[in-house]
């Protein structure tokens, strides 16, 4: 008998002992899980603060564009719309990496917007009293600044998120991931056609009197870090 309570003693001391080690391996994981994860979101804020900005100054462009005769209103309602389709998500902002279908969606506008913009530098070709007005000057340069910072963020972003899913997904911590509802971060991907220069059709008639015909974009610089 005391052969038997010797035995019993010892499973369960082996029992607790493995108790130990997965709840010490657990509180690690998950620790390192939460300070991946927010990591993710600290960069995301920086992304949204990026797209922020570029629709706070999508407004002062727009009443720039306006003044100039006939400019192509279509373009401008394109930017319009697509500006006011970002800010009408039904979706928190802050829960956008955890929700893969809603960050889509979110993408989805955003390049939409950027189409929109691209778009509307090609026809300000037309206008060279557009293109020597100071104050579109400053806004075009600012503007093609928050895109480069846009795409610099992006790919922080994604290099966050990657990080944190690949921790996510290594044995053991996959178990604990899935125990502890740690789920996948989106990723930013391109967009399809992204290599394409943007296609545009005027429908206002005829050109602005000796108005230079439509060009490229100037080349943006590449972004820095």
Known sequence: MGRGMGIGVGCLAVLVILAVILAVG?????????????AVDAQWAQVENVYQRR????PNLVATVQGAAAFEKSTLEAVTQARASVG??????RNLPNDPAAFARFEQAQNQLSGALSRL????????????????????AQLEGTENRIAVERMRYNERAQEYNTARLRF???IYARLLGFGEKAYFRSQPGAERPPQVQFNFG????????????????????
């Not at 657990?26 to 927010?38: F, K, P």
């Not at 005829?206 to 870090?225: C, K, L, M, N, Y």
């Open 26 to 38: 657990g509180l690690g994981t998950y620790n390192s899980l939460v300070g991946s994860s927010q």
């Open 55 to 58: 629709a706070d100054l999508i």
């Open 88 to 93: 009408q998500m039904q979706v928190d902002p």
């Open 121 to 140: 530098l090609v026809v300000v070709e037309r206008y060279p009293e557009l293109k020597a007005n100071a104050n579109f000057r400053d806004l075009q």
């Open 172 to 174: 053991p911590a996959t």
């Open 206 to 225: 005829s050109p602005t009197p000796g108005a230079p015909p439509a060009g490229p974009i100037p080349p943006t610089p590449s972004p820095q870090p």
